[in-house]
């Protein structure tokens, strides 16, 4: 990504994050940010000179987009005349398909990717999503650009893109709901809530670190705290029964795939 000259358009809170690791990559100098009320962080690397803020159209190598897919619409045209020929288009809008940002951006030069909230601590997991065919040196460069949020992985292909979206985008919603259910699980069986509130979130908090610092399978680790006939194993029989957990993340995983799908077909 050395000397790449990159615009952003739309230094919000996941906007910022990815600059925030270019400038940190050494891409001081090399950046363009669009974005008309822009944060007193994305204001001071500007006073600093380390990014451009609001230049005039000016096309760059790569074009990074991540506004709400909302306003994406009637932002289009402007966002169009920052794109020259050579200019590759990443959007991390969720739900703007690679064909509407074609048409909308006139580039044939487009990727997307999904990122996920951690990602704003450095501690998310992307996905990439290119076109077929995509060189290995563009998703190089796509991954390196993506990288300030955490691990990166794929490309795949767009029509997975809702499934990856309903785990990853999603997911970390579902991990603060656990919390939520296994302290409401705690005040329901006699602890005062607010300490079975401490005792879910530091626990959910201390298996992710577990997770993150291991190598093995989340089963493994799941049946290493798990002893034969203990107290574990006997709530996992009701979460694990196939008409709970498993049956009902499916479904949701599902709920999610649906909206998704239908979110992308709004902003067509
Ligand atoms: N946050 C997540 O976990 C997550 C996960 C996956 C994908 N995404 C995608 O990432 C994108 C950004 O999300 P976010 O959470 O970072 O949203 P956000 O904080 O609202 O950031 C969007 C930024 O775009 C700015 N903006 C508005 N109008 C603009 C214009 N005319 N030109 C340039 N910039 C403009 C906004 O400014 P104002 O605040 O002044 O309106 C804001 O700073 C979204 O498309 C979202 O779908 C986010």
Same mark, same amino acid.
């Given at each position: 990504?050395?000397?790449?000259?990159?615009?952003?358009?739309?230094?919000?809170?996941?906007?910022?994050?990815?600059?925030?690791?270019?400038?940190?990559?050494?891409?001081?100098?090399?950046?363009? %940010?669009?974005?008309?009320?822009?944060?007193?962080?994305?204001?001071?690397?500007?006073?600093?000179?380390?990014?451009?803020?609001?230049?005039?159209?000016?096309?760059?190598?790569?074009?990074?987009?991540?506004?709400?897919?909302?306003?994406?619409?009637?932002?289009?045209?402007?966002?169009?005349?920052?794109?020259?020929?050579?200019?590759?288009?990443?959007? %991390?809008?969720?739900?703007?398909?690679?064909?509407?940002?074609?048409?909308?951006?006139?580039?044939?030069?487009?990727?997307?990717?999904?990122?996920?909230?951690?990602?704003?601590?450095?501690?998310?997991?992307?996905?990439?999503?290119?076109?077929?065919?995509?060189?290995?040196?563009? %998703?190089?460069?796509?991954?390196?650009?993506?990288?300030?949020?955490?691990?990166?992985?794929?490309?795949?292909?767009?029509?997975?893109?809702?499934?990856?979206?309903?785990?990853?985008?999603?997911?970390?919603?579902?991990?603060?709901?656990?919390?939520?259910?296994?302290?409401?699980?705690?005040?329901?069986?006699?602890?005062?809530?607010?300490?079975?509130?401490?005792?879910?979130?530091?626990?959910?908090?201390?298996?992710?670190?577990?997770?993150?610092?291991?190598?093995?399978?989340?089963?493994?680790?799941?049946?290493?705290?798990?002893?034969?006939?203990?107290?574990?194993?006997?709530?996992?029989?009701?979460?694990?029964?196939?008409?709970?957990?498993?049956?009902?993340?499916?479904?949701?995983?599902?709920?999610?795939?649906?909206?998704?799908?239908?979110?992308?077909?709004?902003?067509?």
């Amino acid at each position: 990504m050395t000397d790449t000259h990159i615009t952003l358009v739309g230094a919000g809170r996941m906007g910022s994050a990815l600059a925030g690791g270019w400038l940190k990559a050494g891409q001081a100098g090399n950046i363009d %940010i669009v974005d008309p009320s822009p944060a007193e962080i994305v204001q001071t690397w500007a006073d600093q000179k380390q990014v451009r803020l609001n230049p005039e159209p000016n096309p760059s190598d790569v074009l990074v987009v991540a506004v709400k897919p909302q306003v994406f619409g009637q932002l289009a045209d402007e966002i169009a005349a920052r794109v020259g020929p050579e200019t590759r288009v990443l959007s %991390i809008m969720a739900g703007v398909t690679l064909e509407t940002l074609e048409v909308k951006l006139a580039t044939q030069n487009v990727a997307r990717a999904m990122p996920n909230t951690p990602g704003l601590v450095g501690k998310g997991v992307t996905i990439l999503c290119t076109k077929p065919g995509a060189s290995s040196d563009a %998703i190089a460069e796509l991954t390196s650009l993506l990288a300030p949020l955490g691990q990166v992985e794929g490309p795949i292909d767009q029509d997975l893109l809702p499934a990856a979206t309903a785990i990853s985008g999603c997911g970390p919603a579902y991990g603060f709901l656990l919390a939520e259910v296994m302290a409401a699980a705690g005040a329901a069986h006699g602890l005062d809530p607010e300490l079975s509130m401490r005792l879910a979130r530091k626990t959910v908090e201390g298996a992710g670190a577990l997770m993150e610092g291991s190598d093995e399978e989340a089963a493994t680790l799941r049946k290493n705290v798990t002893s034969p006939n203990g107290v574990t194993q006997a709530a996992l029989e009701v979460l694990m029964s196939p008409e709970a957990m498993p049956s009902v993340f499916e479904k949701a995983v599902g709920a999610a795939i649906a909206r998704d799908i239908a979110l992308s077909k709004e902003t067509e």
